[in-house]
């Protein structure tokens, strides 16, 4: 399960919290939901402080948006390899 929740938005940047798994079906999501921001506003932000996998398609995806400008923060060390061995 992915909880994602706006925390916040200042003039054209949004903050998205990601809370649990990037995995399976919450990948299409988090590229719906993502895909839609990024249509409406300049800069977004991805808070992956308190995610706690994520598998091949989702770090596809988040290689692809921070390809695009999208700004991931408080990847753990993990994470932020993996994202980073993708691209």
């Avoid at 994602?4 to 938005?9: A, C, D, K, N, R």
């Avoid at 994520?54 to 753990?76: P, R």
Wanted: with cysteine.
């Amino acid at each position: 399960m992915l909880k994602i929740s706006q925390t916040g938005t200042v003039n054209h940047s949004v903050t998205l919290k990601l809370e649990g798994r990037v995995v399976g079906p919450w990948v299409a999501e988090l590229r719906r939901t993502c895909e839609t921001l990024l249509r409406e506003r300049s800069q977004l932000k991805l808070d992956l402080a308190d995610v706690s996998y994520i598998d091949g398609d989702g770090v596809a995806t988040l290689a692809d948006f921070q390809s695009l400008g999208v700004k991931l923060d408080n990847c753990s060390p993990f994470v932020e390899q993996q994202i980073k061995s993708f691209s």
